[in-house]
């Protein structure tokens, strides 16, 4: 099977306050460029797959270092189209023990929101590719970007390619009913699904069981019914579930749900003191698809997008660099975090 694989969406400019400052209190911001697309090819790339980022970017210095920045970590930047006037930002505020992290977006008007469809060669893009690969954060920046991503995944099907999609419900960008509407028409064209428990419900209405991620409870049973249901749903082949326990800001249990239609597949629990949480799940997104197109059977891939993303959690920014060994390391037990001499 082809290595190539293709991500659409935005990126944006990450500004984030250094160490655990808060915005008030910074005088100086930590730039890096990401989003959740893009993070899921960095993760590729960085596996050694040929993964291409197709995006839009403004014609300037900040667009060009945007692209740059991609590169320098093997993302393929062949269909990165300039043009538009802003690039789109956020800030990251870094929370600690009992305090939250803090998200503040400032991406209305960005070159992407305004891209059309018709703008990418997507005969070009998808030719000799394997997998497609999207989230619900595209579609929600604007009705154009919408268009585009639903007609892309349709593109993509009628290709033959295998279309993923991380259902990565963002509050702050639109509404539920919104999302679902949306939502439902791409999930139409979809292969595999990837969510958590707060994607499903909020999407699609699908709850799971009696799980409280505040209080460290997983209802397992749950989120079986959970995935069979929205695989029935939509017809998917397989659907992938984070379970996210969030004891603090700083210290999480992390692992997954793999669900394949005959077996439910469950990760090892991973006990994380996090460093930068922002882009875990998109690391697990990448690891899964690298997993699969290498012909991993369910629990191997699992096991593998789930051991990738725990040491994500230990990388500043939202890029996964971990290697394919360091992540073997820890699939056979070494999570013991001492020196390597």
């Known amino acids: 099977m082809s290595d190539k694989v293709v991500t659409f969406g935005e990126i944006m400019m990450r500004l984030a306050t250094p160490g655990f400052q808060r915005i008030v209190q910074a005088r100086e911001f930590e730039v890096t460029y990401c989003g ?24 300037s210095p900040v667009g060009q270092a945007c692209i740059n920045f991609c590169r320098q970590y093997g993302i393929k930047t062949d269909y990165m189209l300039k043009g538009g006037s802003r690039l789109g930002l956020y800030y990251l505020e870094a929370g600690a023990s009992q305090r939250a992290s803090k998200v503040i977006y400032d991406r209305k008007g960005s070159a992407i929101a305004g891209a059309s469809y018709e703008e990418f060669p997507w005969d070009e893009i998808f030719k000799g590719a394997a997998v497609f690969h999207v989230t619900g954060i595209t579609p929600a920046i604007s009705d154009s970007a919408a268009d585009a991503a639903l007609k892309a995944v349709q593109k993509a099907k009628e290709m033959g390619l295998t279309v993923s999609c991380d259902i990565n419900f963002r509050k702050k960008l639109w509404s539920k009913e919104k999302a679902r509407e949306v939502m439902s028409n791409i999930f139409k064209y979809v292969d595999i699904a990837i969510g958590n428990e707060e994607d499903t419900e909020n999407v699609f209405g699908i709850k799971a069981g009696v799980s409280d991620v505040t209080s460290g409870q997983i209802d397992e049973e749950g989120y079986c019914n959970v995935a069979r249901e929205l695989r029935e749903k939509f017809g998917l082949s397989k659907v992938a579930i984070t379970l996210r326990e969030s004891f603090s800001a700083s210290d999480n249990g992390w692992s997954a749900l793999l669900y394949d239609g005959k077996n439910f597949c469950f990760s090892k629990k991973y006990n994380i003191h996090i460093v930068d949480r922002v882009g875990g799940g998109d690391s697990f997104a990448g690891g899964l698809i690298y997993a699969l197109l290498k012909g991993y059977d369910s629990q191997k891939a699992v096991d593998f997008a789930a051991a990738a993303s725990c040491l994500k959690h ?13 992540v073997e390391n820890l699939l056979s037990g070494d999570g013991s975090g001492r020196v390597q001499r």
């Open 36 to 59: 959740g697309e893009a993070n899921v090819a960095a993760s590729l790339a960085n596996f050694g797959m040929d993964a291409y980022f197709v995006s839009k970017v403004p014609d």
């Open 314 to 326: 230990t990388i500043p920014g939202d890029f996964n660099l971990i290697t394919l060994e360091e």
